[in-house]
């Protein structure tokens, strides 16, 4: 993901007069030191999103439950932005457990159903608040 953000800095797709910080009231706030997405010209960097709803709960127990929050949070900050999910083109997956990608990967597929962006997945050792998925993403408008 670093690379990435680094060879857009390099040839001049950011630029720090065009960033705008996007929020939306339909995702968590964020944890940490970090912006739900940051804008800037035509793309959208969504912050890695976890299984927490607006009010900072999440079900640790279900990988299923995790995964359609996640969807919905990154749904949600694109919206924020006027942006779809039809404008994600780069996807990071970070899961606790390989065993699970089968259904996180059929959960991600709903919401990507033609088209579908660029991705990887690892497999983690863990992640914030022990969640057992997260996701990044990167859009762009035409």
């Not at 010209?41 to 995964?67: A, H, P």
């Not at 606790?96 to 059929?106: R, T």
């Amino acid at each position: 993901m670093y690379k990435i953000l680094y060879f857009l800095l390099i040839i001049g797709f950011l630029s720090a007069q065009d960033k705008k910080i996007i929020f939306s009231e339909n995702a968590p706030v964020p944890i940490g030191a970090y912006s739900q997405a940051v804008q800037t010209d035509r793309w959208l960097f969504v912050s890695g999103q976890i299984g927490m709803d607006k009010n900072g709960r999440m079900d640790t127990t279900s990988v299923e439950s995790q995964t359609k929050q996640v969807m919905e949070n990154i749904k949600s900050i694109l919206e924020a932005a006027g942006y779809t999910m039809e404008n994600v083109v780069k996807a990071t997956i970070y899961i606790k457990n390989m065993n699970d990608f089968p259904l996180v990967n059929k959960l991600y597929g709903v919401y990507f159903k033609k088209d579908p962006p660029a991705r990887e997945t690892v497999e983690v050792c863990r992640l914030p608040k022990n969640a057992k998925v997260e996701i990044s993403v990167i859009a762009v408008k035409p």
